[in-house]
C-alpha cells in the first residue's frame, strides 16, 4: 500500500475502512432537488461558482446519457466533466486511469472535497480490493478508479455487469493511440466497454491530441456517436522559453537563480545517468534537488516523488518517467534540458507546471546534438516503417518550433489545430526582437564542404575544415587541399554550429543515423547550391532574455501583496496547509491550492461565509478548515 495514503481520517478509520462504509459528509444530499443540481454540487463540494467553456455543455450532454470526446488543455477541469455527471447519475462512475500515482492522487483530492471516491489497483490486496469491490456493489461510491487492465479481466467486467454504473470515463485517451507519445497497448481492449455496457455512458479525456491522434481515439474506443468537444490547448499561464545549448547546466542555473528562487520545479534529462548527475550537481550549487528515474530503487524512488508532492521548493530532475501520475498544482516551471521526442510530449511535459493557472515557465536548451540523436533512435528503432516515418515528421514539427523566430505559442497551438493570433506576448520571441541574417552564402559554402569531404563527417571536422585549421584529422583526410578548406573564415565556430543546425532542421542536410553521425546531401540541398533558393537564419541567442516591460512578474506573491504585508500572511496560510497536510498524511495542496490561498489573501474574509465564496473553498473544507484559515487572518490583522 502507497505510503500517501496509508492514513487515518480519526477514530482508527483508515483509508480502506473508509472506502467501504457509507459517507454522509455534510447531511442529506438535498441539493438534488435544487432546480440546477450540475451547479449545486460543483459550489458545494468543488466551491466554484461557475463553469468554463465546455464545462457545462459537456456535463448536461453525459447527465442525458450521451457519450463524448473532450480535449481540453491541461488545468481546464477536464476532470469536472465525469465527476459532476458520476456524483448526479445513478450508480458508480468507472474512472480508467493509466498510473496508479495518478488514481491515487485524484482520489485523495476529491475525499478531501467529501465525495465518495475509491480506487483499485495492484498496489492494493486482494482482501482491499474486494473490499472496495463489495462498498461500490453496495452504492457506498460514487467514483472508482481502476487502470485499464484491471478492468478487461474476467472478473471484473463480470463483476462490473451485476451492478448500476453511472458511466466510463476513460482519462488519458491519447494512450489508445500508436500515432502518440504515450501508447498503451492495454487501452486497445476497452472496445469492450462498448460491447459489454453498451447504455452506459463513455467519456474519453485528453489533453494532448492531434487530429491524427483525435481520429484513432473514436475509432480505437468506437465512440463515432460521441460528440466531440475541443476546448482548445492554450496554456496562456505558461512563457516558452527555447534556447541554444552552451553549457545547458550554467544555463539553467542562470534560470532558476533569475526567476525561481524557492520555487517547486521539473528539470527533464534525456538518460540516466544524467539525472544523477545534474541532481547532484544542482544540490551542490544549494538548490532542494532530487532524481528520479525508472533505474532507482522502487523505495528511493517513491521517497523522492512524496517529497516533491508534500514538500515546497523541490526540484526533481527526472526521465520521462516521471510523468502522468504528477497532479502536483504549484509547479512553477518545467526544463528540458534535452530535446523532447515529439510535439505532444513536450507540449504534455511542459504542461505539468502552473496547473493552478498561475505564471510559470516552460524552459528549453537544445542543440544539433539533441537533433542527431533523436534521428538516430527513430532510425533504430523495431517500429514499423509507417510508424517512423510518423515519429520523424512529428521530431521535425518540434524542430521547427525551436527554430522559429515568429511565436512560439502560435505554432504550437496551430500543430494541434487551433487558431491563435499571430502574437501571444508570452514567448521569448514575442518579448524579444529575433534577429535573423542571410544565409545563403553561408549554406552555400557549408553544403560544398559537405560534397568535398564525401559526405562522411561531422560538424566538428567540417568547421574545422572551412575554418582553415590544420588538423591531424584535416592533414590525415588530405582535406586541407580541397576548395572549400579555409573559405569560411569570416564566422567564428559557433556560428558555423548555427549554420549547420539550421541546415539540418531545415532538411537541408541529413544526418547517416547509421554511422558515426556524418552529414550528407539531400534533395533539398540542391536549389541552395544552385543559387535558386534563398535561406534566411536566425542569430542564436544563449543569454536569458530579460523580462519585458509591463509583463506579469515572476514572483510567487502578486503585486498587490508587495510592501502590504499581505505575503507575511500567504506564506502563514502556506504553512498552516503544510501543517494540517503532515497531519492526516496528505500533499498540502489537497487542503488548498495556491490560487486559492492568494485569494483569499487578497480578499482577507472575516466570515465562514465570506470564505466560502472563496473559488476553491468547497463545504467540506470550509467545515474541516474553515475556523483554521479565519484564526490566522484575525491574528495577521491584529499584529497590524
Known amino acids: 500500500m502507497t505510503l500517501a495514503y496509508s492514513v487515518n481520517f480519526g477514530g482508527g478509520e483508515t483509508f480502506y475502512d473508509w472506502m467501504v462504509q457509507t459517507i454522509v459528509v455534510n447531511g442529506p444530499m438535498d441539493f438534488l432537488t435544487d432546480s440546477d443540481p450540475a451547479m449545486a454540487v460543483l459550489r458545494r463540494y468543488f466551491g466554484f461558482d461557475g463553469f468554463r467553456g465546455f464545462q457545462r455543455e459537456i456535463i448536461d450532454h453525459v447527465l442525458q446519457g450521451g457519450d463524448a470526446v473532450v480535449l481540453m488543455p491541461t488545468g481546464g477541469g477536464k476532470s469536472l466533466c465525469f465527476q459532476i455527471p458520476a456524483i448526479l447519475r445513478h450508480g458508480v462512475g468507472i474512472v480508467v486511469s493509466p498510473l496508479i500515482a495518478l488514481m491515487q492522487n485524484q482520489v485523495g483530492a476529491l475525499r478531501q472535497n467529501g465525495i465518495r471516491a475509491a480506487f483499485i489497483n495492484s498496489s492494493m490486496t486482494w482482501q482491499e480490493s474486494m473490499s472496495v469491490a463489495e462498498g461500490a456493489k453496495r452504492g457506498q461510491l460514487d467514483l472508482l478508479y481502476m487502470a485499464p487492465e484491471r478492468i478487461l479481466t474476467l472478473g471484473a467486467l463480470d463483476w462490473l455487469s451485476r451492478m448500476p454504473l453511472a458511466l466510463f470515463a476513460i482519462d488519458e485517451a491519447h494512450c489508445v493511440s500508436q500515432w502518440g507519445h504515450d501508447f498503451r497497448p492495454d487501452y486497445l481492449g476497452l472496445t469492450v466497454l462498448a460491447e459489454r455496457f453498451p447504455d452506459v455512458p463513455r467519456v474519453a479525456l485528453t489533453a494532448t491530441a492531434d487530429p491524427l491522434t483525435r481520429t484513432e481515439i473514436v475509432k480505437r474506443l468506437r465512440l463515432d456517436r460521441a460528440r466531440s468537444f475541443i476546448a482548445g490547448f492554450d496554456r496562456p499561464n505558461i512563457r516558452y522559453h527555447i534556447t541554444i545549448k552552451n553549457n545547458p547546466r550554467r544555463q539553467l542555473l542562470s534560470f532558476l537563480q533569475r526567476e525561481h528562487r524557492g520555487d517547486a520545479g521539473i528539470v527533464y534529462c534525456l538518460s540516466r545517468a544524467k539525472v544523477e548527475e545534474t541532481a547532484e550537481w544542482l544540490a551542490g550549487e544549494g538548490w532542494n534537488a532530487l532524481p528520479y528515474h525508472a533505474g532507482l530503487h522502487n523505495d528511493l524512488r517513491r521517497h523522492n516523488q512524496n517529497r516533491f508532492l508534500y514538500e515546497n521548493g523541490i526540484i526533481m530532475v527526472a526521465t520521462i518517467a516521471f510523468g502522468m501520475g504528477i497532479d502536483k498544482p504549484d509547479v512553477r516551471f518545467v526544463a528540458h534540458l534535452d530535446l523532447p521526442k515529439s510535439m505532444e510530449a513536450y507540449y504534455q511535459e511542459t504542461g505539468r507546471a502552473g496547473r493552478d493557472g498561475l505564471p510559470a515557465n516552460a524552459f528549453l536548451t537544445y542543440g544539433l546534438e539533441d537533433v542527431v540523436l533523436l534521428r538516430q533512435f527513430i532510425e533504430k528503432s523495431s517500429a514499423e516503417a509507417q510508424i517512423k516515418r510518423i515519429e520523424h515528421r512529428k521530431l521535425e514539427s518540434l524542430i521547427g518550433l525551436c527554430e522559429t523566430g515568429s511565436c512560439r505559442r502560435r505554432l504550437l497551438l496551430r500543430y494541434f489545430g487551433d487558431h491563435p493570433p499571430e502574437t501571444c506576448n508570452n514567448c521569448d520571441n514575442c518579448l524579444s526582437h529575433v534577429e535573423t ?111 519585458a516591460k509591463g509583463n506579469k512578474p515572476r514572483e510567487g506573491v502578486p503585486p498587490s501583496f508587495s510592501g502590504s504585508g499581505k505575503g507575511r500572511l500567504l506564506e502563514t496560510l502556506r504553512a498552516m496547509c503544510v501543517e494540517v497536510a503532515k497531519e492526516q498524511d496528505i500533499p498540502p495542496y489537497f487542503i488548498f491550492h495556491e490560487a486559492t490561498l492568494k485569494e483569499i489573501v487578497a480578499f482577507m474574509p472575516t466570515t465562514l461565509e465570506e470564505l466560502g465564496k472563496i473559488h476553491g473553498v468547497g463545504m467540506r473544507k470550509l467545515k474541516n478548515y474553515g475556523e483554521r484559515v479565519l484564526r490566522v487572518i484575525a491574528d495577521f490583522q491584529a499584529q497590524l
Open 437 to 547: 541574417w542571410d544565409g545563403l552564402e553561408a549554406a552555400q559554402k557549408a553544403l560544398s564542404c559537405v560534397y568535398r569531404t564525401d559526405q562522411r563527417f561531422g560538424v566538428v571536422h567540417l568547421i574545422d575544415v572551412l575554418t582553415g585549421k590544420k588538423t591531424e584529422k584535416v592533414l590525415s583526410f588530405g582535406h586541407h587541399k580541397v576548395s572549400t578548406f579555409g573559405i569560411g573564415k569570416e564566422l567564428s565556430a559557433s556560428q558555423w554550429r548555427s549554420v549547420f543546425r539550421q541546415l539540418v532542421a531545415g532538411n537541408y542536410l541529413e544526418v547517416d543515423t547509421e554511422g558515426h553521425g556524418g552529414l550528407r546531401l539531400c534533395e533539398a540541398s540542391r536549389p541552395l547550391l544552385r543559387g535558386e533558393k534563398s535561406i534566411v537564419f536566425r542569430k542564436d541567442t544563449v543569454s536569458p532574455k530579460k523580462q
